[in-house]
């Protein structure tokens, strides 16, 4: 029996459970033994970064999509052939934003295989919309009608938004890179060798996004995201909220959703170029030595990507496929949640590839970070003034990563 090494990544048991056991589902039809290692989410890159150099590891990992370019550039992952994608259904079964990610710049190599996809959307109280007398329809549809839905909800009494702004808060650049596309920029050069965020284009996003800093309720700031969740779906604290777009689902199936306003919760796109995100399947290339454990790699990926193993996932979690024909079948809340993820998965773009990129990540979390709480605690200064000195400084900081 050939024995295959799996390693998954969520921060409990129960995040890895649906994916267990679909392992041990195709373990035992295949004539395969798999052990399914569970990694967490702040050791797996870690824990990943070390399978890659020092050769020593398991045959199939779970990996985020941003991080198997790095994986890919330090020669540690196995590229499957043109033969292999197709037999898994070929790009164009899956969102156009995650095949964008299994590719190294100017290789042709497939390094990975998309798994699963995640993206953030605006969750909104249509009541407090209508007291403060905003046009539902319009309300998020740019930038500036964002930024005018948030004065207008302000001026009304209600308490606009909050958002995470410590710097841990990795996600912060998925959210923000909305905005910095918003006008035909982007945080980085397509190559993902040259900071773009403070050009002309990028910087006129980003300075929208921070004058939504100062609509945050002073008692609402420095926040971490699950008490922005908390203050949205159960305390009722806000009428705004950006979130991954299971958080409806979550909030309902963990009864911290309140009652009140189940039936008044609308959802729509961010303003700009959404991001995706997700995870991706790779093989180590260690499994080349063992031409039986190459092959059961193969097929349990191939098993992991079918288009009934996506349907059964995402019905049995919150995890939304990276195959776009599995989306026919599921259902999705709140009302409305389906034409947005329509639009997202067509219209949105990773980041892009980069081998540094867990580092850049990092330290864009740390500028977007520093540049809010400015925001929002110098409100003697403009914000214009506070954004065009700091994107300045951080420039400087990414040449120097970069070697720009």
Known sequence: MTELSFSAIGDTN????????????????????THVRHLSWNRAWQTLLMFAIEGKG????????????????LDSLRAFSDFEVRSMGGPLVFVPAAWQTVQIEGRGEIWAIPWSIYTFVIFYR????????????????????????????????????????????????????????????????????????????????????????????????????????????????????????????????????????RDHIGVAAIPGVSWIGGDHLVIWKTVRFDPRKEHAALDLIHSLTSVENQIRLSRETTILPARLDAYAELEFQPEGMRPVLEKILQTARPHPPARLWRRIESMLADMLCDIARNVMNFRNQTVAEIVETKLAEYEKRFLLLLGG
């Not at 398991?58 to 370019?69: E, K, L, N």
């Not at 900071?195 to 309720?217: S, V, Y």
């Open 126 to 261: 249509r009541d407090l919309l209508q007291r403060a007398g905003v046009e539902e329809s319009t309300a998020f549809s740019t930038p500036e009608t964002l930024r005018e839905t948030m004065r207008a909800l302000q001026n009304s009494g209600i308490h606009p938004w909050t958002i995470p702004t410590s710097a841990n808060y990795l996600d912060l650049p998925h959210i923000v890179s909305s905005w910095a596309r918003a006008y035909g920029g982007d945080f980085f050069a397509p190559d993902g060798k040259r900071p773009d965020f403070n050009t002309p284009h990028a910087r006129k996003g980003l300075l929208e996004f921070f004058e939504l800093c100062r609509f945050i309720p002073t008692e609402l700031q420095e926040q971490n995201y699950e008490a922005c969740l908390d203050d949205f779906f159960r305390k009722e604290k806000t009428a705004v909220l950006i979130a991954g777009a299971e958080a409806y689902t979550e909030a309902q199936q963990s009864n911290t959703l309140s009652e009140g306003i």
């Open 14 to 33: 129960e995040d890895i459970e649906e994916i267990t056991r679909l392992v041990k589902e195709f373990q035992n039809t295949s004539q395969t033994s």
């Open 58 to 73: 398991d045959d199939i990992s779970q990996v985020g999509s941003t991080w198997a370019p790095t994986l890919a550039a």
